[in-house]
């Protein structure tokens, strides 16, 4: 329970530190940028904010559901498919965007590229018997 609560406050301290200073402190982790994604608690309904890795793909934003390789799928996940419409932020700015999973198509050709630039996602893709989601957020205000 004490590692929970302890990452939690972490989480927020992050959260606090990237809003506050535009993504320029604790906007990266292990080399790859940082977006927060805005999700609605499918149960809850409450917002809850996840600092997240993303790779780009032209406009778009893609984030990747490997719950550092754990078995089940990250809760921002499973709460970006119950309602897809999201807020991110990126370094200053806030967007409006809609997520979709990508298609088997889609990650074929994004995934080479996610691991050329953090190849600790393949040890992630081995340590699971599920195969890893990407999701691709499509901004809807630019």
């Known amino acids: 329970m004490i590692v929970n609560w302890l990452f ?9 530190m990237y809003r506050r200073s535009g993504g320029k402190r604790m906007g990266s982790l292990r080399g790859m940028p940082l977006l927060l994604l805005t999700t609605t608690g499918r149960k809850t309904g409450k917002q809850r904010v996840t600092p ?3 790779i780009r793909d032209g406009e ?4 990747t559901a490997s719950n550092a ?3 089940q799928d990250p809760a ?9 419409q999201t807020t991110i932020e990126v370094g200053e700015q806030t967007l409006n965007a809609a997520a979709h999973q990508a298609s088997a198509e889609e990650k074929n050709r994004l995934w080479p590229e996610l691991v050329r630039q953090a190849p600790f996602f393949a040890d992630y893709q081995k340590n699971t018997a599920r195969d890893i989601p990407m999701v691709i957020l499509q901004p809807t205000n630019r």
């Open 8 to 16: 939690k406050q972490m989480m927020r301290f992050q959260v606090f």
């Open 52 to 54: 997240v890795m993303y």
């Open 76 to 84: 921002w996940f499973v709460n970006l498919k119950a309602n897809p």
């Open 69 to 71: 390789g754990r078995q």
């Open 60 to 63: 778009n934003y893609v984030v």
